[in-house]
């Protein structure tokens, strides 16, 4: 879908994202995902992957953005943005705020799932004006990444039962909570993430043509947002002595950075900025990979560098407690750790899995078993399991 304006009620609809007569609702409790933007990143791919398990089972789905990032969700039905772009000050900001709590009232949801720091603010406040009875926020981003004042703001919406529930995606992520307050603490849950593979019926050669990368070279790769929490600086800085190519797919404020960097460093003909790619093309994108990097500095589960192990890319990931846990079967690491912002350990690293195939078929061998450790259907049925609980008491029927 082309960029479009917004409309008069403050809202931008997706392609396909009509009224739904009445009649035509699938039978099941109405359930609204607010997110922070609209683009293709981890945490709006559980968005996606979930709202699709769960109108597989009945419910009626809608998504909502905060503002409009990228095209990644254009063309995903029941979607809406409140703003075409990020609120660039109190005016703009409140404009978005406003059209969101109007799609709420609108819909009348029986349940929302908010979704990271600032859609769990946002969304909880504007789910109280709109009369939504239910909130669950679900918990996307590491402690560290979250502003101080964000942090003071959730503990207070737990206190006083903002929300119903805080679901969390990782033993790390929840052990971030140990100091809490008991009446916060009882409302947190885990659910860990479920994913979709990553498949590509192609070979190597033929995922390299597509997405017009080196044919021979030794290509590694990663897959996130352009952002320097994702830390791909250091990515780049194992190029230099070494004949690699790396492949960044992903879109963000960080790439003019990024290629600052390997213009200095002398390796920017060696740096492919693939730009954002639907999830239908990851699997091409790990396929034409030698190794896959993970230098991120902190995540709550690291979905990407998860894809690509299950995909059978050895990885190569900073040395980080939740990466350590997620990236492992059965008590067995699927991926080396490493201090990413170690250089020369960093490339020493991805240079055992280049020259040891055995070693690196060892970890592709048990990387594709994570597929049946973070099971999709799980996930979807454990949020489902947890929407019935905290919404049979309140349910009332969703008003046409």
């Not at 917004?6 to 607010?34: E, I, K």
């Not at 504007?126 to 990444?145: E, F, Q």
């Not at 200095?264 to 190794?291: C, Q």
Request: hydrophobic share 50%; with cysteine; glycine share 8%.
């Amino acid at each position: 879908m082309t960029q479009q304006a917004v409309l008069a009620d403050g809202l931008m609809p997706a392609a396909g994202n009509g009224a739904v007569p009445a009649g035509a609702r699938p039978a099941g409790r109405r359930v609204v995902l607010v997110q922070t933007k609209a683009e293709a990143a981890g945490a709006q791919e559980i968005t996606r992957i979930l709202g699709r398990g769960l109108t597989a089972r009945g419910y009626d789905v809608y998504s909502i953005f905060l503002f409009r990032r990228t095209a990644a969700f254009d063309r995903e039905p029941n979607t809406a943005f409140c703003a075409a772009q990020r609120p660039t000050g109190p005016v703009t900001l409140l404009k978005m705020f406003v059209a969101l709590v109007r799609h709420l009232k609108e819909l009348q949801p029986d349940v929302a799932l908010c979704f990271q720091h600032y859609g769990i603010l946002v969304g909880t406040l504007a789910a109280h004006m709109a009369g939504t009875p239910i909130v669950i926020a679900n918990r996307t981003s590491s402690k560290s990444l979250v502003p101080r004042w964000a942090r003071a703001a959730d503990l207070a919406f737990g206190l006083i039962g903002l929300f119903r529930r805080v679901v969390v995606n990782c033993r790390a992520i929840e052990q971030e909570y140990a100091a809490f307050p008991r009446r916060y603490r009882n409302r947190v849950m885990r659910i860990d993430h479920g994913f979709e593979a990553k498949a590509a019926a192609l070979g190597r050669n033929d995922a390299r043509k597509l997405l017009k990368l080196p044919a021979d070279a030794t290509l590694v790769g990663s897959v996130g947002r352009l952002h320097p929490g994702k830390n791909l600086a250091a990515a780049i800085r194992i190029l230099p002595g070494r004949d690699w190519h790396l492949a960044l797919a992903g879109q963000g404020e960080a790439r003019r950075e990024l290629a600052a960097l390997a213009a200095a460093l002398g390796v920017n003909d060696r740096v492919h900025f693939l730009g954002e790619l639907p999830p239908a093309r990851i699997g091409a994108f790990l396929r034409a990979l030698d190794v896959f990097v993970f230098p991120s500095l902190a995540e709550t589960f690291g979905l990407a560098a998860v894809e690509a192990a299950q995909a059978g890319v050895p990885v190569v990931a900073n040395d980080i407690d939740v990466l350590r846990e997620t990236l492992a079967v059965g008590g067995r690491p699927c991926a080396l750790f490493v201090n990413a912002n170690d250089t020369g350990a960093f490339a020493t690293a991805v240079q055992r899995l280049v020259e040891d195939r055995q070693l690196a078929a060892v970890l592709a061998s048990r990387g594709t078993q994570l597929s049946q450790r973070y099971s999709l259907g799980a996930m979807v049925e454990r949020y489902a399991g947890l929407i019935e609980a905290v919404a049979r008491r309140s349910w009332r029927p969703a008003k046409a």
